[in-house]
Structures are given as C-alpha cells and as structure tokens.
C-alpha cells in the first residue's frame, strides 16, 4: 500500500454543507458498523477530504482548526487500514503522537469508540498516572498493542528504560503538531522518528501551518498531500462578544451572566493556575457550581473534573489553557475568557470549546484597560471587530461605551446534534449489499 504514493498535490476543501455519507467511503464494514452504533451519518469536510487520501497510502499533511472532527478523519481509516495489511499481531503497528495527557484520553476513548467491532488493541502512554498504569504501558509496548497513543515525552521516558520494537510501525500520526512544537517537543519527536521504519505513511495535523510545521514535514514525510480546510479562525458558529471592564469589576460581572442568564457547562479562561484556584473558590462563595481544572491537580483528580463537567454535574469549569486544546465537549453553550489570551491562537482554541460538532455557541472576553493592546492584536488577526455588550449599570462606569446587549431575550438558543442515524429516506444497506450498492 506504502508504494503507491503520489506527488505532493493540494485538496483545497469548501466549507460548505455537503451530503457525503460516511458508507460512501472505501471504510470497512466493521467500522461502519461502529459509526452507525455511534448515531455517525455525514462526514465532516476534514474528514470527507482526508479519510479518502490516507486510505490511498499517502502521506497527509491536514491544516485544519479544533473542532471539525479531525481525530475521526485519521482513526477510521487508520482501523480500516490495519485490517487490510499484512502486519505482526505481536508488533506496534501504528503510533498516534498527542500534545498532552487530556488530547491523548480523548483520542484512546475515540478509538475504543470507532475500533469497537475490529480486532485490534491500543494502549495510551503518558504521565500523571498510577504505578499500575505505568505497568500497563510498558506491558502495551512490549508485547505489542496495534495502536499506541502517547504523548512525547512520556514515551521517550519509556524509550530510554526499555528496549522497544518499532521495527513495524507502518503508521504515524501527529495529533495538534503545531501545539507540540510550541511546548518544545521538537527534539522528542525527532528521536522518535529516527527510531521508526523509512517505510511508513506520516500523517500530521495542524490548526496552524508555521514555518517550523513544514520544516518538520519537509524531514519526516515523502511527498505529503496537503489538505487546507480553513485557515486559523473561529468558525460562524460562534458569536463573540466582549465586554470592557475595569479588572475589581469582573468578578460580579461574571456572577450576573451565570446567575441570571441561568448557564449551565460554561468554561472560563484564566491566564494563570493561581488565579483559576482563587477564582473558584470565588465562584462558589457566590453560590455558583464551579470546579479548577489546572496543571497543579493530579491526573485522577483532572479526569474527575472533566468527567462532572462531561456529565452535567459541574455548572462551570474555570481552567488554564490545559483544556483550551483538544478536550471535545460538544454542549459547551458559552467560553468566557476572564483574562484575554497574549496569543491570538490561543484566544481562537479557547473558544473553539464551544459551536462543537453541528451546536452553535457563544464567547465573550473580559478585555481591561490592561490588556486592551492584546485584544486589538486578536481583532487584527480575525480581521474583524468584535461586538462589544455593555457593563451593567450596577457594576458602575465602563471603560469605554459598548454598542451591543447581552439580554436573555437576545441570545440565540443553541442547536443540538441531529440524532437518530441516516438521513431520512436514506436506508442503511445491510453489510452484503452495501459495497454492490455503491457501484451501481
């Protein structure tokens, strides 16, 4: 399969609706079978562009932003190519390389997900965990698991503690490059690699595509196809909002729009972890459900978090940009950002936590004198400005006047996922027919 590559090509996708059905790809049945369980029908334009591509042994390298469902565009035909290859049951098969423990949880229970009905095993490596876990891994990489989900560094710990055969790796896969490259993962992944058979398809995604992304890609991959969805931008699905505010002042600005906006799985940014802390324990003392979430809390006490706030039994989870990556929560109604980011992608992955799969969403930034010049740089990299709403008039004088309102009666309820399988008057095949039936 590794041998048909072609040259280096571009698949511009349109962000456009589009009817293409997952069954309409070259996916194996077992995988179908997993996404129909799953209540999956249409694809994605990420996916819709890049599932045929990697199915076709190509290197892939995808620019698209969070939240477009790029973890299923390498995983279902990652699962569908493994059933097809003639590969050592007792070998790594496929290494799946992840920024952070959180984007690595996620990527394994998406794989327990989609992998459901194939015969393969995987094993997530990384750190914060138990000593059992850490026996669990090494017994993950030494005996084999088909899939091995890791994030840089703690694999490379592995590396150099145990002797392990990468001798069959015929698939690796970079999660969110750019955000590995920004916390200095370069040189982990790079040792990594060179550890890894010449022979393998290297697919990589991005929300961004630096000059130090296709300096990495121009080292470890072969004529890559490039698949540009969209450039770094929030998609329309959000509305965003802010609000010009004297920093004593965001506090009871805060408890007025969760109190009487009554919001419920709200995310706040915080610039720093002792802030998120204070602030927490200020939310509470207002009566407000709200959990931290920060680097500070061990990986038990973290996964404990996410999973109230996954279940609806935390109202707000005030965090550190730890979770503004690759935590996927589809029902986030409202990111607020209390801080502005210095980044202007970051401010972009913060609120892409909201307006997830088909929902629409809201983020609204508290932008204070101090961090106005921040928030200007924001506004020129979306080449737009953001609508300001205005301070109430109980919290007293603003620092600048503001045009728009953030009245319940004004705010757009969010749509919910379709649920309920195919599209009506489209009847799923039965496994026998459905491949005859694609090619009539």
Not at 52 to 65: E, K, N, R, T, Y
Not at 377 to 397: N, S, T
Request: hydrophobic share 40%; glycine share 4%.
């Amino acid at each position: 399969m590794l041998d048909n590559r072609k040259n280096s090509s571009t698949f511009a996708a349109v962000l456009e609706n589009n009817n293409m059905y997952f069954d309409e790809l070259a996916l194996s049945d077992e995988v179908l079978d997993a996404l129909w369980d799953m209540h999956f029908d249409t694809c994605t334009p990420v996916q819709e562009q890049t599932i045929p591509v990697i199915l076709d042994g190509h290197d892939v390298i995808s620019c698209a932003q969070t939240g477009t469902g790029k973890t299923a565009a390498y995983i279902l035909p990652l699962l569908t190519n493994l059933q097809y290859d003639n590969h050592d049951p007792n070998k790594l098969n496929a290494i799946i390389m992840a920024p952070t423990r959180e984007l690595a949880q996620q990527i394994d229970q998406q794989m327990e997900g989609f992998g459901f009905y194939v015969p393969f095993s995987s094993v997530a490596i990384y750190g914060g965990n138990d000593s059992g876990a850490w026996g669990t891994q090494v017994t993950g990489l030494q005996k084999g698991a088909d899939i091995v989900i890791a994030t840089p560094g703690r694999l490379l710990s592995q590396m150099n503690i145990y002797d392990i055969d990468f001798s069959d790796v015929k698939y690796f896969i970079l999660d969110e490059a750019d955000r590995m490259l920004d916390m200095g993962f370069y040189d982990d992944i790079m040792t990594i690699v060179n550890k890894l058979p010449k022979d393998r398809q290297t697919i990589m995604f991005s929300a961004t595509m630096p000059t130090n992304i296709r300096k990495m890609a121009k080292a470890i991959m072969h004529n890559p196809v490039e698949v540009q969805i969209a450039i770094s931008r929030p998609p329309e699905s959000i509305r965003q909002m802010a609000v010009d505010i004297y920093e004593p002042q965001k506090d009871e600005f805060l408890k007025l729009l969760l109190k009487n906006c009554n919001l419920k799985k709200v995310i706040v940014f915080v610039g720093k972890k002792q802030r998120v802390k204070e602030l927490a324990r200020t939310l509470r003392s207002m009566h407000i459900d709200a959990r931290a979430i920060h680097s500070d809390l061990e990986q038990k006490e973290r996964d404990e978090v996410m999973l109230d706030f996954r279940n609806g039994k935390v109202d707000v989870l005030v965090a550190t940009d730890i979770v503004s990556r690759g935590i996927d929560v589809d029902d986030v109604p409202l990111v607020i950002n209390y801080d502005v980011p210095r980044d202007a992608e970051d401010y972009v992955h913060r609120i892409g936590r909201t307006a997830r799969a088909e929902n629409k969403g809201e983020a609204i930034t508290l932008v204070s004198p101090e961090d106005k010049r921040f928030f200007n740089k924001i506004e020129q990299f979306l080449q737009k400005v953001i609508d300001r709403v205005p301070l109430p008039a109980e919290l007293g004088a603003a620092p600048d006047s503001s045009v728009c309102s953030l009245a319940a009666d004004d705010r757009k309820p969010s749509s919910k996922r379709r649920k309920g399988g195919w599209k009506a008057g489209r009847n799923r095949k039965p496994k026998h027919n459905r491949q005859a039936s694609h090619k009539q």
